[in-house]
């Protein structure tokens, strides 16, 4: 294995001199790939864990961005930016780069579970061989200062799993993942990163979307849009879907391998993954039931960060859950604004993945993670009823974590239904902005002026008025705080649970609109402001980004609600 110590890496040999491909070299490669060209055709892939691929470049890459803090936690020069061979590895080209250990990149192929339920019927094949990565290639993994890391593009061209679409990412969407997991990095919540941003005005595609000022909840038009690659970097990348693949095919015994395939992704996992929490000389059955104690630990406390900071993915499939427990795949996504538990950003999402149901849909996740564990250790009822048992308890944990939070994010020592109770009612009927209405309540305000900022609608109902009142009195002595120091601990204290900015769909549009003129100054500005979302700043950045969302903005489709963003 090839390590560097914390000197900066000044150019891209450097860089590439740290790769160790863990993931090509320890895992099956589809023993069909060698037959089929360039594999970036559709097609259904039985077995191996992974197709080797290359990406497709774009067309006269221009660069929009990187994550300055990324790059300064890896170790990564700023003038590697502008190196030849940076900018084509992370543009696609990566077949032009002389001297590239592995010159060639790979897609992986997963199962899909919705809401806990197996489906097939989405896949071509109708047998499930035809999911996977169809528009993401990874094509770089590497020992950072002896951390692993694997860089993924996202929009780099067509995959055997792309079932007849073009593989590729529109700059609309990159703008919003690339912003989006830097955001969620910041606000301290597990996330794949974002390294670079670039886009192409020689490359345009069509996609869906809506016309201006609609408010259809279906897209309406094709529009032609120019594609964009952005770079997700994570641990890993491997989902709870491709841990289900795997276990779908041992339960089927679709093919000889098929239970050793599995055995071997689940062991990879856990190298990636796990390895400080699950020791190398235990047996393959102790191993999987830490491994699902710990994945469920992560998992809930994962659910609970969203919730405490008003994120709703939107398309929770256990495809897009990644089982090292961190956030992954920034589609249909959106943070709340005016409050409703029934918050759903996507129109095809439904409420089994809206905002106060994300407990319970990764609940349903869990369930499909452990029964694709189960033909390991089918041979050990004892250890079968073991792993149900930590599976029966997810519920539980979450409940436990759940409450902690709304107590740290109310300021309150311990959980009070009561009280949580009555807010919850309070927010709904007063219709109050999320984000806001927990920042001013961190002031610990003295009456219901301060934080009527949070509300949509004035306060004339005199009986709501009322139950505010008497609910803030009811929260201030249970906080109970009697002097300037004590309240300003307090204060300082719920702040960092109660981030003052978060990415609004209406700023991202702004963004992504001016982006496509050639304007990528507020993509830069967004990113300053909400990699630093717990901060007070500037008098004008308040004003701007610390505010409601517009009434007019309200119901607009591509704003109020999304489809799913390609």
């Avoid at 593989?167 to 997991?181: K, T, Y």
């Avoid at 311990?414 to 999320?434: A, G, H, P, Q, R």
């Avoid at 009527?452 to 005199?462: A, D, I, P, R, W």
Wanted: proline letters at 3%; aromatic letters at 12%; hydrophobic letters at 35%.
């Amino acid at each position: 294995m090839k390590e560097n110590s914390k000197k900066l890496i000044e150019t891209f040999e450097e860089l590439s001199n740290l790769s160790d491909y863990s993931f090509v070299n320890k895992l099956n490669c589809d023993p069909d790939a060698k037959h089929n060209a360039d594999n970036k055709f559709p097609r259904e892939v039985f077995s191996g864990h992974y197709v080797s691929v290359s990406p497709t470049a774009i067309k006269d890459p221009i660069y929009i961005s990187h994550s300055k803090d990324f790059f300064k936690e890896l170790g990564l020069s700023e003038g590697l930016i502008k190196s030849d061979d940076f900018i084509k590895m992370f543009s696609g080209d990566m077949s032009n780069i002389p001297k590239l250990e592995q010159n060639i990149g790979w897609a992986t192929g997963y199962a899909l579970s919705i809401y806990g339920k197996e489906y097939y019927a989405q896949c071509p094949f109708q047998t499930g061989n035809g999911y996977g990565d169809g528009r993401a290639i990874s094509v770089f993994e590497a020992l950072i200062n002896n951390k692993r890391w694997e860089f993924q593009l996202k929009g780099a061209g067509k995959t055997p799993y792309c079932r007849g679409a073009d593989g590729r990412a529109v700059l609309r969407s990159s703008v919003r993942e690339f912003l989006a997991q830097e955001h969620m990095h910041a606000l301290g919540i597990a996330t794949s990163r974002s390294l670079t941003l670039f886009t192409s005005t020689k490359e345009q595609v069509n996609r869906p979307w809506f016309r201006d000022n609609s408010y259809s909840k279906d897209p309406e038009v094709m529009i032609e849009e120019d594609v964009a690659i952005t770079t997700r970097v994570a641990s890993s990348f491997i989902r709870v879907g491709q841990i289900e693949l795997f276990g779908r095919r041992a339960r089927k015994n679709e093919h000889e391998n098929a239970l050793k395939e599995l055995e071997m992704i689940v062991l990879h996992l856990i190298d990636r993954e796990y390895s400080e929490e699950i020791k190398n000389d235990l047996n393959l059955e102790e191993k999987v039931i830490i491994l699902a104690k710990h994945f469920q630990n992560r998992l809930t406390s994962l659910i609970v960060n969203w919730i405490r900071v008003g994120y709703c993915q939107g398309n929770f499939n256990s495809d897009n859950c990644a089982a090292g427990g961190f956030t992954l795949d920034y589609g249909p996504f959106g943070f709340i604004e005016m409050f409703d538990p029934k918050y759903q950003s996507w129109t095809g999402g439904g409420m089994h993945f809206s905002f106060f149901n994300q407990p319970l849909a990764a609940e349903k996740n869990f369930k499909s993670f452990c029964s694709a564990l189960k033909p390991l250790i089918s041979s050990s009822s004892n250890v079968l009823e073991e792993l149900e048992e930590i599976e029966n308890n997810f519920a539980k944990v979450m409940q436990s974590k759940m409450q902690n939070m709304w107590a740290s994010k109310l300021g309150i020592p311990k959980f009070d239904v009561e009280l949580f109770e009555e807010l919850i009612n309070l927010m709904i009927e007063t219709k109050v902005d999320y984000t806001i209405f927990f920042r001013e309540l961190s002031q610990i305000p003295n009456d219901i002026n301060k934080i009527e900022k949070s509300f949509y609608g004035n306060l004339k109902n005199e009986n709501i008025k009322l139950r505010w009142n008497t609910w803030l009195e009811i929260w201030k002595s249970i906080i109970n705080v009697n002097d300037e120091e004590s309240k300003q601990k307090l204060s300082n204290q719920m702040k960092l649970v109660n981030p003052k900015y978060t990415l609004r769909e209406w700023h991202l549009v702004w963004a992504y609109q001016e982006a496509q003129d050639g304007n990528y100054e507020p993509v830069h500005q967004l990113q300053e402001i909400m990699t630093n979302p717990y901060d007070d700043q500037t008098k004008d950045i308040e004003n701007k980004y610390y505010t409601k969302k517009p009434s007019d903005f309200f119901g607009i489709a591509g704003i109020s609600h999304v489809s799913c963003s390609s």
